[in-house]
Nanobody
Framework: QVQLVESGGGLVQAGGSLRLSCVASGTIFAINTMGWYRQAPGKQRDLVATITSGGYTIYADSAKGRFTISRDNAKNTVDLQMNSLKPEDTAVYYC???????????????WGQGTQVTVSS
């Protein structure tokens, strides 16, 4: 199985920055896509940014120009640099990965436990 652990959340003032990190561990054969979702209270979980093993990225419109996703394939890590944070960025941020734990398995989606990001006005 693949486990994901996030770090880097916290409280920041509007206009500030935070960097989220996520590391995948466990029995890993291959990880394809990694990325971040977020979920604000009472709302659905939405994609923030995603990155493939080849480095192709996709950002939500709300993240474009402010957030940068990066990845280290050798270390199975994915980071999210968040700049110019706004109160509406307040949410629990979840790391996810699409991959498999052995050659014989099918791809599965794995989730981290989430890290709280709070942006004060």
């Amino acid at each position: 199985q693949v486990q994901l652990v996030e770090s880097g959340g916290g409280l920041v003032q509007a206009g500030g920055s935070l960097r989220l990190s996520c590391v995948a561990s466990g029995t890993i054969f291959a990880i394809n896509t990694m990325g971040w979702y977020r979920q604000a209270p009472g709302k659905q979980r939405d994609l923030v940014a995603t990155i493939t093993s080849g480095g192709y990225t996709i950002y939500a419109d709300s993240a474009k120009g402010r957030f940068t996703i990066s990845r280290d394939n050798a270390k199975n890590t994915v980071d999210l640099q968040m700049n110019s944070l706004k109160p509406e960025d307040t949410a629990v941020y979840y790391c996810y990965a699409v991959g498999k734990s052995s050659y014989y398995n099918s791809d599965a989606v794995y989730w981290g436990q989430g890290t709280q990001v709070t942006v004060s006005s």
